[in-house]
């Protein structure tokens, strides 16, 4: 039976009481930030032979208003909130309590992250041996490894959704826009005062913002549809004074020696950015859930949701193994200047190549995603859940910040390594285990 068939027998089967949208949300947000990754990757060959790994934001800057579009991790925060508010419900209606909850949602979340860190150090430690530089191995696998910043942020929201969900319970759509007031004087204290280091709390007030939101549209307290422009007007609106009064950056992705960041760590900007994104959810609810209904949509949404962890991970991990082979074979494709009109019109051959070799990935690695949802489901003690994630979270923020690479015998940085497979191993011991009739 082929990929398709599967998912189609799937879907087929699909309950009529699921909220197929949400679904179809996480997967057009992961597919979009999959694809603005290898658009904004600009790799090439400089005048003296060294190959650069440039970024079209700095090389191209009128590409940053882009990112107004292919910054969409507010949509998945967004219906990360819808989701697991319904995850945690539905555990406090059959009894679970919150150690039975949060292991499921992190084993989930951190199975499929061992196999790429565990890739990523074999890859470090042959590749010293084979003479590649240190620093060339700290330069490609930190390209490789942003995508975990996500987990690292997504992680918190998760162990503290049954206390954010609380809050919401309590004080409805106001719990959102707490979160709002503290972002925003965040901001301005900040940068008022000159205090670089208090920005970093917006990494919770913005987030788990966001996150709320999920909340309040579950809830049916947005408005509607009726209401919906309304917040893609304020967060637009707001958005504009930002970048145009206030002085905030234009991209909602960080560019390389900029001297501020509105994702690292964010600003109110993304809250606003979150706020439209929003809105327009709202908004073409109705029309896409109807859509939803086909099966053709429906079994393609389906098919990229089954492993959308796994094409998340490794996708940039691909784009690096594909550049470094075209390096080794000649520099085959590398000596386009980026934005160039010869770079653009090869840009679609290349998003080919990158499909083609996540769609060889995908199949291998996608079974420890698979595995970690069916395995086994044994109960942790919540503080080994909570320390176990507090080191997965230290652990891939720092090598999304300085890859696996390092001096040394082995190659490797072991620290950050090894929080996070210590980390994985209090959460789930081994992520891709099975019981007996799984």
């Known amino acids: 039976m ?17 909220n197929r949208y949400v679904d179809f949300l996480r997967a057009a947000s ?36 882009l990112t107004w579009v292919l910054q969409v991790m507010p949509i998945f925060f967004i219906v990360g909130g819808y989701s697991n508010g319904i995850s945690w419900e539905a555990a406090r209606r059959d009894g679970k309590g919150y150690a039975d909850w949060i292991g499921t949602r992190l084993r989930r979340l951190v199975g499929p992250l061992v196999p790429l860190l565990a890739t990523w150090s074999a890859i470090a430690v042959a590749a010293l041996q084979l003479g590649v530089h240190p620093e060339m191995i700290r330069i490609g696998s930190q390209a490789a490894l942003i995508p975990t910043w996500f987990l690292a942020v997504y992680i918190m929201v ?6 954010t969900h609380w809050l919401f319970r309590r004080f409805g759509a106001a719990s959102f826009w707490m979160f709002a007031f503290g972002a925003l004087m965040t901001d301005t204290i900040a940068f008022r005062a000159d205090l ?21 549209w579950r809830a049916g307290r947005t408005g509607g549809a009726e209401r919906a422009w309304l917040w893609v007007a304020g967060g637009l609106g ?17 560019v390389p020696d900029e001297a501020v960041s509105n994702s690292r760590p964010p600003t109110f900007a993304m809250f606003a950015l979150g706020v439209l994104q929003g809105g327009l959810v709202f908004a073409f609810e109705k029309p896409l859930r109807s859509w939803m209904q086909n099966l053709g949509p429906w079994t393609a949404t389906v098919l990229v949701n089954g492993t959308i962890m796994t094409l998340y991970l490794w996708h940039l991990t691909v784009m690096i193994l594909v550049i470094g082979l075209a390096h080794l074979l000649g520099d085959i494709g590398l000596h386009l200047r ?41 109960s942790v003690p919540a503080w080994r859940a909570i320390v176990g994630a507090a080191g997965v979270c230290t652990g891939v923020a ?4 300085g890859g696996v690479g390092a001096d040394g015998a082995l190659g490797l940085r072991i620290p950050p390594v090894g929080l996070v497979l210590g980390g994985a191993l209090l959460i789930v011991g081994s992520p891709w285990r099975r019981t007996a009739g799984v």
């Open 2 to 18: 082929s990929v398709w068939s599967r998912a189609r027998s799937l879907a087929e089967r699909t309950p009529e009481t699921r």
């Open 30 to 65: 992961i597919t979009v930030v999959v694809f603005g990754h290898w658009w904004v990757a600009a790799a090439y060959v400089s005048d003296d032979g060294q190959l650069q790994l440039g970024e079209m934001l700095s090389l191209a800057p009128w590409t940053q208003w």
């Open 158 to 163: 998760v162990i503290t959704a049954p206390a």
């Open 196 to 216: 670089s280091a208090l920005r970093w709390l917006n990494y919770a007030f913005i987030w788990l913002g966001v996150h709320q939101l999920g909340y309040v």
């Open 238 to 254: 707001t958005l504009v004074f930002l970048v145009s009064v206030a002085d905030y950056p234009i991209s909602m992705i960080t």
């Open 338 to 378: 980026p934005g160039s009109w010869s770079w653009w019109a090869t840009r679609p051959i290349w998003m080919a190549i990158y499909v083609t070799g996540l769609a060889m990935v995908v199949p291998i690695f996608g079974r420890f995603e698979q595995t970690a949802r069916k395995g086994a489901a044994a």
């Open 398 to 401: 720092l090598l999304a910040l």
